[in-house]
């Protein structure tokens, strides 16, 4: 199924280049990678790849930044993240654009994903409150003490292709507002939003440097991670490349929150209404073809009612209307590229192969020869042997794995590899509640399929889906690009100064 895509001359498309102490600087690299408009197979533009001395420049760039920076008060930084938000609201439109043409999702997807990322950026408005130390007066005699949260310096930001404008905003909004400088370097597959959101901090009011972004690809991360002024790495993506960045990174003694991917299961238990679960099940499985890492990807349905619930599950799928992201008819766009697209439906094949039932095909009838495409595709019976299921697909395939009872369905959550995010359908409280208690997932959802937190919770998946100690954004977001400093202070009263050479004890 790939396409063969010729290299275009580098006059022929747009150039991306890098952000780095407020402009737009052409890459030096000579290496550059092409971005796809993914609803049509072309190459729209090329990306520059930063070179090791790209990376280093933009991180002294930084360094310089953050020593003004972290001075700067909190209600200034405040006000300019205010004025940051209210400029996101008024380019919602472009940002989102940009995101279809890239990434290929539809627009009101793209739109949905941009309000996930303000939420991040309203919180951080917030710092002055979320910066509060505490205080112990009298903690002995004459001795106070207290606590202040300081940034940490210069963090790499390294992100994946699903979500171009919200996962940087999870984390540069609390990184940006610690009082961190941050260096950006999303994913080469769709590059762009990254570049109107440096634009937008800019206009807002951010001094340049404190916000730079380097594209490019594994050169410019491995770069990011062994730069010695690089304090952290909050970096978002696969589960290998998540473990290789916290592994490395660490190696250097740096702080690292790694998030990785997923295999989301949603039990569907006896009792639940069956066509609003099948309602929640399509919603997860295929908004945004599948490519969120919070994705159900695996429905588990529980007893008798598994026939019913397949059934429902396929009724609703002709009625998806697949096509590209700029028509507002669409409701699943194109995947991000030929080779992940053909690998997904090589997915499909090898399941049917193992054993799968392939209940609807979404190789076939696709609506249109040119671009990314795949069609909602249904697979029953799979078993936790078949690759389809201990591996990510992310894409548009939902598995059904059928379990004879809930301790069934318990046992293969909490089995999995993966720990991201999980859902239960039930009218039962008690067995909601169970679930909630026992599951190892970090992210669970009773009746509500993409248990995604809000902005003041914090965002995170437990075993392979989280290498570190903190979760993404909220109070985990500012506890990670912050460090605690304790002080204990006497101020001098000649009154009562004297000589004294025993070990001081606070009492
Ligand atoms: P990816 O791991 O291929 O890429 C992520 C980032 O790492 C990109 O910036 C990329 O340039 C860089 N990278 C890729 N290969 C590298 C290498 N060998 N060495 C160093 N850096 C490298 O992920 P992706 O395909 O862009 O995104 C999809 C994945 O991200 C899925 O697995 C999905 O589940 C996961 N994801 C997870 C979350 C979460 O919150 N847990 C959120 C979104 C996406």
Same mark, same amino acid.
Request: glycine share 10%; net charge negative.
């Given at each position: 199924?790939?396409?063969? /895509?010729?290299?275009?001359?580098?006059?022929?498309?747009?150039?991306?280049?890098?952000?780095?102490?407020?402009?737009?600087?052409?890459?030096?690299?000579?290496?550059?990678?092409?971005?796809?408009?993914?609803?049509?197979?072309? $190459?729209? *533009?090329?990306?520059?790849?930063?070179?090791?001395?790209?990376?280093?420049?933009?991180?002294?760039?930084?360094?310089?930044?953050q020593?003004?920076w972290r001075?700067?008060?909190?209600?200034?930084?405040?006000?300019?993240?205010?004025?940051?938000?209210?400029?996101?609201?008024?380019?919602?439109?472009?940002?989102?654009?940009?995101?279809?043409?890239?990434?290929?999702?539809?627009?009101? +997807?793209?739109?949905?994903?941009?309000?996930?990322?303000?939420?991040? $950026?309203?919180?951080?408005?917030?710092i002055?409150?979320l910066l509060k130390g505490g205080?112990?007066? &009298?903690?002995?005699?004459?001795? +106070? =003490?207290y606590s202040v949260q300081q940034p940490l310096g210069v963090v790499g930001?390294?992100?994946?292709?699903?979500?171009?404008?919200?996962?940087?905003?999870?984390?540069?909004?609390n990184a940006i507002a610690c009082g961190n400088a941050?260096?950006?370097?999303?994913? !080469?597959?769709?590059?762009?939003?990254?570049?109107?959101?440096?634009?937008?901090?800019?206009?807002?009011?951010?001094?340049?440097? /404190?916000?730079?972004?380097?594209?490019?690809?594994? =050169?410019?991360?491995?770069?990011?991670?062994?730069?010695?002024e690089v304090a952290a790495l909050s970096?978002?993506?696969?589960?290998?490349?998540?473990?290789?960045?916290?592994?490395?990174g660490t190696?250097?003694g740096k702080r690292v929150q790694?998030?990785?991917?997923?295999?989301?299961?949603?039990?569907?238990?006896?009792?639940? +209404?069956?066509?609003?679960?099948?309602?929640?099940?399509?919603?997860?499985?295929?908004?945004?073809?599948?490519?969120?890492?919070?994705?159900?990807?695996?429905?588990?349905?529980?007893?008798?009612?598994? +026939?019913?619930?397949?059934?429902?599950?396929?009724?609703?799928?002709?009625?998806?209307?697949?096509?590209? %992201?700029?028509?507002?008819?669409?409701?699943?766009?194109?995947?991000?590229?030929?080779?992940?697209?053909?690998?997904? @439906?090589?997915?499909?094949? *090898?399941?049917?192969?193992?054993?799968?039932?392939?209940? $609807?095909? %979404?190789?076939?009838?696709?609506? &249109?020869? &040119?671009?990314?495409?795949?069609?909602?595709?249904?697979?029953?019976?799979?078993?936790?042997?078949?690759?389809?299921?201990?591996?990510?697909?992310?894409?548009?395939?939902?598995?059904?794995?059928?379990?004879?009872?809930?301790? !069934?369905?318990?046992?293969?959550?909490?089995?999995?590899?993966?720990?991201?995010?999980?859902?239960?359908?039930?009218?039962?409280?008690?067995?909601?509640?169970?679930?909630?208690?026992?599951?190892?997932?970090?992210?669970?959802?009773?009746?509500?399929?993409?248990?995604?937190?809000?902005?003041?919770?914090?965002?995170?998946?437990?075993?392979?889906?989280?290498?570190g100690d903190t979760?993404?954004?909220?109070p985990d977001g500012i506890r990670f690009f912050t460090r605690t400093k304790v002080v204990?202070?006497?101020?001098?009263?000649? @009154?009562?100064?004297?000589?004294?050479?025993?070990?001081?004890?606070?009492?």
């Amino acid at each position: 199924m790939t396409q063969t /895509v010729p290299e275009p001359s580098a006059q022929d498309v747009r150039r991306i280049n890098h952000w780095l102490n407020g402009q737009h600087v052409a890459g030096t690299s000579g290496r550059a990678g092409n971005v796809f408009n993914p609803a049509t197979g072309e $190459v729209q *533009a090329r990306v520059d790849f930063a070179a090791p001395e790209e990376v280093d420049l933009a991180v002294r760039i930084a360094a310089e930044a953050q020593r003004t920076w972290r001075a700067t008060a909190l209600s200034k930084r405040s006000d300019i993240l205010f004025r940051f938000r209210e400029l996101i609201v008024q380019h919602r439109d472009d940002l989102a654009r940009l995101l279809t043409l890239e990434h290929g999702k539809v627009h009101a +997807d793209a739109l949905g994903e941009i309000a996930r990322g303000l939420e991040n $950026v309203e919180f951080a408005c917030g710092i002055p409150h979320l910066l509060k130390g505490g205080y112990s007066e &009298q903690a002995a005699s004459g001795i +106070d =003490v207290y606590s202040v949260q300081q940034p940490l310096g210069v963090v790499g930001c390294i992100t994946p292709f699903n979500f171009p404008a919200m996962v940087p905003m999870w984390m540069f909004a609390n990184a940006i507002a610690c009082g961190n400088a941050v260096v950006l370097k999303p994913s !080469e597959k769709d590059p762009s939003a990254s570049l109107l959101m440096a634009e937008l901090l800019q206009r807002a009011g951010l001094p340049d440097g /404190v916000f730079n972004v380097v594209q490019g690809d594994r =050169v410019a991360v491995d770069a990011l991670i062994d730069h010695p002024e690089v304090a952290a790495l909050s970096f978002v993506g696969s589960t290998p490349i998540a473990r290789y960045v916290y592994e490395r990174g660490t190696a250097h003694g740096k702080r690292v929150q790694a998030l990785g991917g997923a295999k989301n299961h949603m039990v569907v238990l006896p009792d639940a +209404d069956i066509g609003l679960a099948a309602d929640a099940a399509v919603s997860a499985a295929y908004g945004s073809a599948g490519e969120r890492c919070m994705a159900i990807s695996v429905v588990v349905a529980v007893g008798a009612s598994a +026939d019913s619930l397949v059934a429902a599950i396929a009724e609703r799928l002709p009625r998806l209307r697949v096509g590209p %992201g700029t028509d507002p008819e669409s409701e699943m766009g194109p995947l991000i590229t030929a080779e992940h697209r053909d690998r997904v @439906a090589a997915h499909i094949a *090898a399941a049917q192969q193992q054993g799968a039932s392939v209940v $609807v095909d %979404g190789r076939h009838n696709l609506p &249109q020869e &040119q671009g990314f495409f795949l069609g909602a595709t249904l697979l029953d019976h799979v078993t936790p042997d078949m690759d389809c299921y201990r591996e990510e697909i992310f894409g548009p395939v939902l598995c059904v794995v059928r379990a004879a009872t809930y301790d !069934e369905a318990l046992a293969l959550v909490n089995g999995n590899l993966y720990g991201n995010g999980t859902a239960i359908f039930t009218r039962d409280g008690g067995a909601a509640r169970r679930f909630q208690f026992d599951v190892t997932v970090g992210m669970v959802g009773i009746n509500v399929p993409i248990p995604v937190p809000v902005a003041y919770y914090s965002f995170g998946g437990w075993k392979a889906s989280l290498f570190g100690d903190t979760h993404m954004y909220g109070p985990d977001g500012i506890r990670f690009f912050t460090r605690t400093k304790v002080v204990t202070s006497k101020w001098p009263d000649p @009154a009562t100064s004297r000589v004294d050479l025993g070990f001081p004890q606070m009492r």
